[in-house]
C-alpha cells in the first residue's frame, strides 16, 4: 500500500481539550471541528457555496443511504462523491450500520452480516464488512467508518455484549478489505452504556486505528450524564496523537462538553432539522421563531451574529416564511443554525490555543439555556 496521505497533530490542550489539525488528502481541518451533515450528498436546504461562506470544514454523507438512491456506481462514474455534489473539502462517509439500526425494523444479524429491509422500498438487502469498504471506496470519501452494530442506549448487557464482537469481527474484515492509500479507516468503539464493555471495545478498535478513531452508540437514549462518564472513561485511553470523531453527538451543550472532554469531531443532524422546524440555536437557548410572540419582532435571529441570516433579515421575516412554508424559510435558519455551530468549535479552539476554555465553558453555561 501506498504510504498515507493523513496526519494528525495536537498543537495545544487546555483542561482536557485539545487543538489540533488533521492533515487529508482534501485539506488541512482544524479541531475541534463540527462536522455539518449531508446525508444524502446533500446538506439540507444549503449549497456548498453556502457552507464555505460559514467555515464548514468537512461535511458527512451517509453509505446506506447513498448505495439505496442513487447507488455507489452512479457516483463513481461522475468522478466520486466530491464531483458529484461539488464540494472539493474533505468528506466522511458513516457506514450505515446506525441507519440499519434505526431505519430497519425488520432485521437479521449473523457474522456475515447485516440483512435488513431498504426502508424506501421494502425490498431485502444484504450489507457485509467487505461491501460497506467497497462502496465507500466507490464513493471516494476521504474518511471511511466500519460497519458496525449499535445497540439502544441502556440495552440489556447481553445485546450490548454481542454487538461488541460483531463490531470487532466486523472490524478485523473491513480492515483487511480495505486497501485505499487515500481513505483512512475508522474504527469504532462501541459497548452501550457498560463501562467494561466500553474499554474492552476500545483495546479492540486501538490496533486498528491508523490515524483516526470513532465513538459510536451515545446519544441513543442515554442520558446527557452518562454520555459523558462514558467520555471521561475513554478519554485517557483512545490514542492520544489521533482524532477522535463522537458520532452524531451536535447540539450546543454537548458540543463544549465533547471537546471538554477530549473528543476533536463531532456532527448531528441537529442544525438543519429543528431549522426546518422553525427554530435557531443562539447563545440563551433555542429560540423558536414562528412563535407568534415574534410576528412584529424586526431583530435578528441574534444580536451580534454576522451569519447572512442575522445580517439581511429579520426574525418577523423569518417567521412568515416558516408559517407560509416558504423554503427560504429554512434555509436561513439552517444558515444560521450551521454557522452557530461551526463557529462555536471554532470558538472553543481559540480558547484553547489561548488557555482559556475553562473560563470559555464556564460563560457558555451561564447563558446557555436548555
Not at 58 to 79: C, M, V, W
Not at 219 to 225: A, I, M, N
Not at 312 to 320: E, L, M
Not at 346 to 358: E, G, P, S, V, Y
Request: aromatic letters at 8%; hydrophobic letters at 35%.
Amino acid at each position: 500500500m501506498e504510504k498515507s496521505q493523513f496526519s494528525f497533530e495536537v498543537v495545544h490542550e487546555c483542561d482536557g481539550a485539545r487543538a489540533g489539525i488533521f492533515h487529508t488528502p482534501h485539506g488541512d481541518i482544524l479541531t475541534p471541528v463540527f462536522m455539518p451533515v449531508g446525508t444524502q450528498a446533500s446538506v439540507k436546504g444549503v449549497t456548498p457555496e453556502m457552507l464555505n461562506a460559514l467555515n464548514a470544514q468537512i461535511i458527512l454523507s451517509n453509505t446506506y443511504h447513498l448505495h439505496l438512491r442513487p447507488g455507489e456506481e452512479i457516483i463513481k462514474k461522475a468522478g466520486g462523491l466530491h464531483k458529484f455534489m461539488h464540494w472539493n473539502k474533505p468528506i466522511l462517509t458513516d457506514s450505515g450500520g446506525f441507519q440499519v439500526f434505526s431505519l430497519s425494523k425488520l432485521r437479521k444479524i449473523t457474522d456475515e452480516g447485516d440483512e435488513f429491509s431498504s426502508h424506501l422500498s421494502g425490498e431485502r438487502k444484504f450489507m457485509s464488512p467487505e461491501k460497506c469498504i467497497d462502496i465507500q471506496n466507490a464513493l471516494g470519501s476521504d474518511i471511511i467508518m466500519q460497519l458496525d452494530v449499535c445497540s439502544e442506549g441502556g440495552a440489556p448487557f447481553s445485546e450490548a455484549l454481542e454487538a461488541n464482537r460483531l463490531t470487532k469481527l466486523w472490524l478485523e474484515r473491513c480492515f483487511d478489505h480495505h486497501k485505499n492509500p487515500k481513505q483512512m479507516l475508522f474504527p469504532i468503539v462501541q459497548g452501550n452504556i457498560y463501562k467494561d464493555l466500553r474499554l474492552q471495545s476500545a483495546k479492540d478498535a486501538i490496533p486498528y486505528a491508523k490515524c483516526g478513531i470513532a465513538i459510536g452508540g451515545l446519544s441513543v437514549g442515554e442520558p446527557k450524564e452518562t454520555m459523558y462518564e462514558i467520555l471521561d472513561l475513554l478519554n485517557p485511553v483512545l490514542p492520544h496523537d489521533q482524532p477522535r470523531y463522537l458520532m452524531g453527538v451536535g447540539s450546543p451543550d454537548c458540543l463544549v462538553e465533547g471537546f471538554a472532554r477530549g473528543v476533536d469531531m463531532m456532527d448531528c443532524v441537529l442544525p438543519t432539522r429543528i431549522a426546518r422546524n422553525g427554530t435557531a440555536f443562539t447563545h440563551e437557548g433555542k429560540l423558536v421563531v414562528k412563535n407568534s410572540k415574534y410576528k412584529e419582532d424586526f431583530s435578528p435571529i441574534e444580536d451580534g451574529c454576522d451569519c447572512y441570516a442575522c445580517k439581511h433579515y429579520s426574525r418577523a421575516y423569518i417567521r412568515h416564511l416558516i408559517n407560509a412554508g416558504e423554503m427560504l424559510g429554512a434555509t436561513l435558519l439552517s444558515i444560521h443554525n450551521l454557522h452557530f455551530l461551526t463557529h462555536l468549535a471554532q470558538d472553543c479552539r481559540n480558547a484553547i490555543l489561548n488557555d482559556t476554555f475553562k473560563q470559555f465553558k464556564s460563560n457558555f453555561f451561564e447563558k446557555y439555556k436548555f
